[in-house]
């Protein structure tokens, strides 16, 4: 299958794919400076959890290029300013955080800025590869959940454009269509910014993959009519009770699952589980302008003046959650006690 590479290095500068202009155009955005990393981040031109960590790992990069020399101490605490400011970008995604934290980890390793400087490139490439690698893993780990027949449904957009690699759960629909399996795929609009509308559905007619897009409010119907059998999505943070944020909208879809008895699963690099949280109670839920509700594509759909709320994400509670797939095993319920066990376990190796 063609591979989707939306993040790469070019010698002096990151280079993004501009999710936003996508389908109609794919148009690469070069980023030279750290506060254009993390305007690409607020703007949505990169996104997704492990994409936007990714990111943050080569604004960390850059930054360190902008600080001018100084002594150690001093550079350091000027990088440490950089840091925050990127990993204020959009709070819910804790791989953001995680990415800024490894960085800075390894910076404080160093004796020099220029040594900082080649370790922090060094070391973003890494989470690059890393990505890849896990996703691979991921999809392996997670393929035997998807059924090789019946419908299988997602949400969002979480494949290549979400990651560095193949992706979380589309990329275990992909692992499952490469292992033979021919369930029928459906994936959801995803209001406001359309992502599964957009950016799911250009992935899998750029995989081959053949999949249908239903309106959000459309998934009651067809797992009433036994169309959907299974359900997959990603997560941007995960509590250590198993607690999921996601993509609003994703919460309705694990309630209809659950009343329709069918499997709800969550695929997510290991990364996007928060052991430090207890519930998803503690979980930032990031609210965007109101005008991402009342215009598509910069064209009003609503009266001027209605008031509007925009949540970005949503919180599954862990009761609804079938099983938790990362990169490094599938988690089950009791989750307090499956995630810290597979914390225990070796990341995929790069």
């Not at 709070?91 to 004796?111: D, K």
């Not at 080649?118 to 996703?135: I, P, Q, T």
């Not at 999949?211 to 009433?224: P, T």
């Not at 979980?283 to 005008?291: G, K, L």
Request: proline share 7%; charged share 20%; hydrophobic share 50%.
């Amino acid at each position: 299958m063609p591979e989707i590479e939306p993040i790469r290095w070019r010698d002096t500068h990151l280079e993004l794919l501009d999710q936003t202009l996508l389908p109609r155009e794919q148009r690469w955005l070069a980023v030279a400076r750290c506060d254009q990393a993390i305007a690409a981040v607020r703007e949505m031109r990169v996104r997704g959890a492990p994409a936007i960590g990714v990111t943050a790992g080569y604004a960390m990069a850059l930054a360190a290029r902008e600080t001018p020399d100084a002594p150690m101490p001093r550079w350091l605490a000027e990088l440490t300013e950089a840091a925050a400011r990127i990993a204020a970008a959009r709070p819910t995604a804790v791989n953001l955080g995680w990415a800024v934290e490894r960085s800075l980890g390894v910076a404080r390793q160093c004796a020099t800025p220029t040594e900082a400087r080649e370790r922090l490139l060094a070391e973003a490439e890494r989470m690059r590869a890393e990505d890849v690698a896990m996703n691979r893993a991921i999809a392996a780990f997670g393929e035997p959940l998807v059924p090789a027949h019946g419908g299988v449904l997602t949400h969002c957009n979480t494949g290549a454009l979400a990651t560095a690699g193949i992706g979380t759960a589309l990329g275990v629909i992909r692992g499952a269509w490469e292992a033979g399996k021919r369930p029928a795929v459906f994936h959801t609009e995803t209001r406001p910014w359309l992502q599964g509308a957009r950016l799911t559905a250009w992935e899998f007619q750029q995989l081959g993959i053949p999949a249908q897009l239903i309106v959000d409010s459309a998934a009651a119907a067809l797992m009433r009519r036994g169309e959907i059998t299974s359900v997959i999505v990603g997560a941007d943070r995960i509590a250590a009770n198993g607690d999921t944020a996601n993509k609003i909208g994703t919460y309705g879809l694990a309630v209809l699952a659950h009343a329709h008895g069918i499997p709800f699963q969550v695929a997510a690099p290991f990364s996007s589980i928060d052991l430090r949280i207890a519930t998803g109670d503690a979980i930032a839920i990031e609210e965007r302008p109101a005008h991402e509700v009342t215009r598509i594509a910069g064209q009003a759909i609503a009266p001027d003046g209605v008031a509007a709320r925009n949540p970005v994400f949503d919180v599954t509670p862990a009761r609804l959650i079938a099983a938790i797939v990362t990169e490094r095993g599938v988690a089950r319920p009791p989750y307090v006690e499956s995630l810290r066990a597979l914390a225990g376990r070796p990341a995929v190796a790069t």
